[in-house]
């Protein structure tokens, strides 16, 4: 079985470039989520769908950040213009809905940003 | 709102040493908890989950986690650690069947 498939699995941008990081859900799952990982705060949440309608969009992340989950196998995260501070690994992650927090991550997209 | 406090960043044991991971929780109703395990240049991967019945939950490679109502705890343990659990482990809150709040991790080290 296909699990979560991320792309690119790393990216390297310059400071004000538009970035776009790609994410396949499992087959079947209903729920997405993008997460930001850095070291010092930990994963934090960007956005969540459930059945491709945006169920939360991050509050702080909003303006810089934006998540689109065009068809129910497929989901963008842009980030434009990009800073410095977005170098991070960002992870997307696929549930049932109903699974009680069983998520399903991919391995993840590490940006850079210069 | 809940949230998840992992009091240490790092941890170092020897091999055929147990372990033990702390993990505080905040939530005004029992939640589900979880505990996940990241390997390196991998994303996260569910070790065990809980939510009623017996407090303490088995998970895979032999871990296991006791959740503690009175103390709003939810540690993790293994009776012998081996080199490959070498890993940063999560804990993680879910008062709902949607969005999981994680805490910040704790690397472990599992040193020959």
């Known amino acids: 079985d296909a699990g979560v498939t991320q792309t690119p699995r790393h990216e390297v941008a310059e400071k004000g470039q538009t970035i776009i990081l790609k994410c396949e859900p499992v087959s079947g799952h209903n729920d997405l989520f993008w997460y930001r990982q850095t070291k010092i705060q930990g994963l934090e949440l960007l956005s969540y769908f459930r059945s491709k309608s945006l169920m939360e969009d991050g509050g702080a992340f909003k303006d810089r950040f934006k998540a689109e989950m065009l068809n129910s196998s497929f989901s963008t995260l842009k980030i434009q213009p990009t800073e410095p501070k977005d170098s991070a690994v960002y992870l997307c992650?696929?549930?049932?809905?109903?699974?009680?927090?069983?998520?399903?991550f991919g391995e993840g997209s590490k940006l850079t940003v210069l | 709102a809940q949230s998840v406090t992992q009091p240490d960043a790092r941890v170092t044991v020897s091999e055929g040493a147990s372990l033990q991971l702390r993990c505080k929780y905040s939530s005004s109703v029992t939640p589900y908890l979880f505990w996940y395990v990241q390997y390196p240049r991998q994303g996260l991967q569910l070790l065990l989950k809980y939510y009623s019945g017996d407090p303490v939950v088995q998970g895979v490679n032999g871990f296991e986690a006791e959740f503690s109502k009175s103390n709003s705890s939810f540690h993790l343990r293994k009776a012998s650690v081996h080199w490959s659990d070498s890993a940063v482990y999560f804990c993680a809150v879910s008062i709902n069947t949607d969005k999981v709040v994680f805490g910040t991790g704790t690397r472990l080290q599992v040193s020959p």
């Open positions: 992650a696929s549930s049932f809905t109903g699974s009680t927090g069983q998520l399903y």
